[in-house]
């Protein structure tokens, strides 16, 4: 007969189950972002970014658990779209600026897929994900013709990068329709919709 858990060893249990996502952020160039808004920018990134590696979008954190990890790390760059294009020639050969790109470090294919105990970081215990560009004067640009805050579009940026490390993909109509649901889900858990600012 299984023994009751105590309040104690429930505690335990889940502070051992709860995950740690990690946003490390690079700046290519100055002045991308005003002082004032760059605290609450970094903290919607990595806020979408937690929110996509929840378990109704992928394995991601079955398999952190599985292997002892601690958790999922990104690294995030900002750029301009000089810089986005140069990534984006030199990785994807298209010549022109775009708003994200995604490199997966995994092999996931629509959220299902495997790490092995080699993806762990021996230092931080996390395992790396993969890297996301953002041209930012793309994302206030792009905001600005959307009509929502740049807040909104970066957390659509984030979100739709992130799937794309978690394997999901937009080649086909059906799968860019899934890929935009899956986004705006992610943005409307964490009450960022077009409207809410």
Known sequence: MKSAETAEQRTITDVMNKLKYKCTFAFEK???MEK???A???????DVFAAACGEEYSILAAECRRLGARGAEISVTF???????EYNREYREIDRATDVLSFPNLAF???KGGAEAADIDPETGLVFLGDMVISLPRARAQAAEYGHSLRRE????????ALHMLGYDHMEANEAEHMEKLAEQILGGLGITRDAD
């Open 79 to 85: 750029t301009n779209d000089e810089g986005i294009r």
């Open 30 to 32: 100055r002045k991308l």
């Open 40 to 46: 609450a920018l970094l903290s919607t990134v990595s």
């Open 154 to 161: 970066l957390g659509f940026l984030t979100a739709h990068s």
């Open 109 to 111: 294919k629509d959220g």
């Open 36 to 38: 004032a808004e760059k």
